[in-house]
């Protein structure tokens, strides 16, 4: 059974750092892609970022030089590392496995992690 | 704004049937591209409803569908019932942007 576990988020000040994890059980993570996903307080959902199975990585412009996506192959786990985070960084972050056929770009989302809220506040 | 635009709102009663609609553009739905439908309950994480515009994963009954047509695509669902009552997302991909984009998302309420 494919799980997702997120966690990492909490409170943070403007211009502070945060890691997210996402714990995946019953696939490996370096084998598929995976993404990012966030959503702001009672809002829709944005595409953060993803990597490719082959380790090629995307963002978007929104966070692009602030964040990095990362994986762990001995911990099949996921990270997101988000660097000088802003007030309007604060969302619900879910980790997300990307499943894409012959096309990337019509991947989908089949499997989300729980979320995890990130609140960046002075 | 969203890329992909959705109605804020739709409502109907137990056994009706509600369509929600999702229009794109010629750099996302217009192009070709796939569109996705998640659900999402109160206070939790979207789940995959629709895929590669009218497939339905395991689990997912039949009262649910999809299609897509020009830059549009719509999600129908039938016999409505209470425990339908959730956030409705479509999902694409954007050339432009070159990224995956969301419509904004209807909240189905059912009366």
């Known amino acids: 059974e494919v799980q997702l576990m997120d966690s990492g988020g909490g409170l943070v000040q403007p211009g502070g750092s945060l890691r997210l994890s996402c714990a995946a059980s019953?696939?490996?993570?370096?084998?598929?892609?995976m993404s990012w996903v966030r959503q702001a307080p009672g809002k829709g959902l944005e595409w953060v970022s993803v990597?490719?199975?082959?380790?090629?990585?995307y963002y978007t412009d929104s966070v692009k030089g602030r964040f990095t996506i990362s994986r762990d192959y001995s911990k099949n786990t996921l990270f997101l590392q988000m660097n000088s985070l802003r007030v309007d960084d604060t969302a619900v972050y879910y980790c997300?496995?990307?499943?894409?056929?012959?096309?990337?770009?019509?991947?989908?989302?089949?499997?989300w992690g729980q979320g995890t809220l990130v609140t960046v506040s002075s | 704004q969203s890329v992909l635009t959705q109605p804020p709102s739709v409502s109907g009663a137990p056994g009706q049937r509600v369509t929600i609609s999702c229009t794109g553009s010629?750099?996302?739905?217009?192009?070709?591209?796939?569109v996705h439908w998640y659900q999402q309950l109160p206070r939790t994480a979207p789940k995959l409803l629709i895929y590669?515009?009218?497939n339905r994963p395991s689990g997912v009954p039949d009262r649910f569908s999809g299609s897509k047509s020009g830059t549009s695509a719509s999600l129908a669902i039938t016999g409505l019932q209470a425990e339908d009552e959730a956030d409705y997302y479509c999902?694409?991909?954007?050339?432009?942007?070159?990224?995956?984009?969301f419509g904004g998302g209807t909240k189905l309420t059912v009366l």
């Open positions: 997300a496995k990307l499943l894409a056929g012959g096309w990337y770009e019509d991947g989908y989302f089949d499997f």
């Open positions: 019953g696939f490996t993570v370096s084998s598929n892609y």
């Open positions: 990597i490719y199975s082959g380790g090629s990585t």
């Open positions: 010629s750099s996302n739905i217009g192009a070709g591209y796939d």
């Open positions: 590669g515009n009218n």
């Open positions: 999902q694409s991909y954007d050339s432009s942007l070159s990224c995956w984009v």
